[in-house]
């Protein structure tokens, strides 16, 4: 079981660095080709050429001039490749510059792009390959035609792929279009946070939960991170196994986005006289640690993305509120559907009912404070986004059933009225605000 774990979580690890690189399509792309070249020679020597040289559709010649057909367009597609590159670095300095570098992981996730790319370096591998297993006219007089011809409409395929490409870009690069992005991670975040996934779970029907009274008792083992970084995410099916395998209840101290230093504690773990080094081991690589937060797990952190495009987008240099009211609109969206669903369980029980798992949940109140606390100081000169803020505060509100929730929501309207009045706002835009949320205010206290 313990190797078993141990290849999911990194089987977890890779794909999570495999999806947002430029590098894993293009690659397995690299290798479809070499496999084509090969079966396209294979399908050469199969088929007469006499059948192919009346062929409008089939490139015919001698071996030496395929072998030059196929070297000749794998130096164009090389050269050409240097547009595409400049496609490429193109949006992504524009993307850190202007929205901020945590964007850049939407960018690298993008499959048009990856695949645009990869359309390339799988030409360029074709025609090299196909190139180089081309005997001489000694071993096979009849040159490969259909292995040419092949390679001919890979290059027509990666020239269109510009014209996708600048149209994908120009598209992409769009301010609407970014947030858009990334308020759909957030979407997703949002749903994986209270999706019940664990087997055995909390969501899991029970008949009886019982409390681990004396489980708990006595000193638990402090598991410690290994090396510095930021809580990516964390495995807890792997833990749950772990716990209900060796009867331990796993409290878990830090939660996906918090930064941790080596040798900080990241778990305690009772009994603690059960836990071996293995176990040891076993339980600190499922924290997955490193030098940047992802949205993987972390919802505050899919916020922060939006919220630094909106505060960027507020800045003198910039100056967009446009941009900073559609990070509202999208903010809004994620934090309506984290309160329809509800706060998330600290506590995971195993299919026996018995407790195995404590955790501390991102919290409404957290993610309000990610959402409008920077934005809301960036914007106390603009009276459109401070009454657009209130406008989403009234979206949220409708899903936003319990009283702590609308609590929060009512300290955020009274912060936005104060951050009105230390602005440089004229008196008539400042009493609009005022007027908004005082009506917004009796509306949240009249649901009370």
């Known amino acids: 079981?313990?190797?078993?774990?141990?290849?999911?979580?990194?089987?977890?690890?890779?794909?999570?660095?495999?999806?947002?690189?430029?590098?894993?399509?293009?690659?397995?792309?690299?290798?479809?080709?070499?496999?084509?070249?090969?079966?396209?020679?294979?399908?050469?020597?199969?088929?007469?050429?006499?059948?192919?040289?009346?062929?409008?559709?089939?490139?015919?010649?001698?071996?030496?001039?395929?072998?030059?057909?196929?070297?000749?367009?794998?130096?164009?597609?090389?050269?050409?490749?240097?547009v595409v590159f400049t496609l490429l670095t193109l949006p992504l300095s524009t993307v850190a510059a202007q929205y901020g570098s945590r964007l850049l992981r939407i960018f690298l996730g993008d499959r048009t792009t990856q695949l645009v790319l990869g359309i390339f370096v799988a030409t360029f591998t074709y025609c090299v390959i196909g190139a180089m297993a081309i005997p001489s006219v000694e071993?096979?007089?009849?040159?490969?035609?259909?292995?040419?011809?092949?390679?001919?409409?890979?290059?027509?395929?990666?020239?269109?792929?510009?014209i996708l490409m600048i149209q994908h870009i120009s598209i992409m690069l769009q301010a609407p279009n970014i947030a858009a992005a990334a308020g759909a991670e957030l979407q997703e975040v949002v749903s994986e946070e209270n999706r019940a996934e664990l087997s055995g779970g909390e969501n899991t029907p029970q008949t009886e939960k019982n409390l681990p009274d004396s489980s708990m008792e006595g000193d638990p083992h402090l598991v410690v991170a290994g090396r510095t970084g930021y809580i990516k995410y964390i495995d807890q099916k792997s833990l749950l196994l772990l716990a209900e395998k060796h009867d331990i209840v796993i409290r878990i101290v830090n939660k996906p986005g918090n930064f941790v230093r080596g040798g900080m504690v990241i778990a305690r773990v009772w009994p603690g006289e059960r836990i071996d080094k293995e176990l040891d081991d076993i339980i600190r690589i499922t924290f997955h640690l490193g030098n940047q937060r992802t949205p993987t797990q972390d919802v505050e952190y899919a916020v922060n993305q939006l919220t630094e495009m909106a505060v960027r987008a507020m800045s003198p240099a910039i100056n967009d509120p446009f941009t900073a009211m559609t990070c509202l609109d999208h903010i809004g969206n994620g934090l309506a559907l984290f309160a329809r669903q509800g706060p998330v369980s600290p506590d995971v029980y195993d299919s026996q009912g018995r407790l195995r798992l404590l955790f501390d949940p991102v919290t409404f109140d957290e993610l309000l404070g990610a959402a409008f606390d920077m934005l809301r100081h960036a914007s106390s000169d603009n009276a459109n986004v401070l009454m657009h803020m209130l406008k989403i505060i009234d979206v949220i509100s409708h899903d936003a059933k319990s009283d702590s929730a609308r609590q929060s929501l009512l300290r955020h309207v009274n912060l936005i009225q104060l951050e009105s009045g230390a602005g440089s706002l004229i008196e008539e835009d400042r009493m609009s605000i005022h007027r908004t949320a005082e009506a917004l205010v009796l509306k949240l206290k009249g649901h009370s």
């Not at 259909?146 to 510009?162: C, E, K, N, W």
Request: charged share 10%; aromatic share 12%.
């Open 139 to 162: 071993v096979q007089p009849d040159a490969p035609q259909i292995t040419v011809t092949v390679g001919l409409y890979l290059l027509i395929a990666s020239f269109a792929s510009i």
């Open 1 to 82: 079981m313990i190797i078993r774990l141990k290849r999911r979580i990194a089987g977890r690890q890779t794909w999570d660095r495999i999806s947002v690189n430029f590098l894993f399509i293009p690659g397995v792309m690299a290798l479809g080709a070499v496999l084509l070249a090969w079966l396209m020679f294979w399908v050469d020597g199969q088929v007469p050429n006499e059948f192919l040289n009346n062929s409008s559709f089939v490139i015919s010649g001698s071996v030496n001039e395929s072998r030059g057909y196929l070297f000749s367009m794998a130096t164009v597609v090389l050269t050409t490749a240097g």
